[in-house]
């Protein structure tokens, strides 16, 4: 069913024309939602599921912060609101796969006692 729904959501995107920015861009970073691929300078980078879509969250929100609770509510749904540790092992797995120094991010901001941000797009 949530595949049927994500159908409908892409084919309504698609519909509304040049109104929904597919491109994602911030210094090396750069995501084409429409074709699901991310890559940091020449490099594709492979994400899970999961990674792809908190990623995608933080995308639409960027320059945002973001909560625990809202990351857990828009990635993993309400059954997992309690599971904040969740998001942070995920962000810990895409900080290695994005940043070029993951204890020192440019892209994936911690809000510390908050969530996280990501930096906003160019």
Request: charged fraction near 25%; avoid cysteine.
């Amino acid at each position: 069913m949530l595949a049927r729904i994500r159908v409908s959501l892409r084919h309504a995107a698609q519909l509304a024309g040049d109104s929904v920015e597919t491109l994602f861009s911030v210094g090396d970073l750069q995501v084409d939602l429409s074709r699901r691929s991310v890559h940091i300078g020449e490099q594709e980078i492979h994400l899970t599921p999961i990674e792809y879509r908190l990623l995608t969250v933080l995308i639409h929100h960027a320059g945002k912060v973001l909560t625990h609770r809202q990351l857990l509510l828009d990635v993993w749904g309400p059954a997992y609101v309690e599971h904040a540790h969740y998001v942070r092992i995920y962000m810990r797995q895409l900080r290695r796969k994005l940043e070029a120094d993951p204890t020192q991010p440019r892209y994936l901001l911690t809000e510390a006692g908050v969530g996280y941000r990501l930096a906003g797009g160019e």
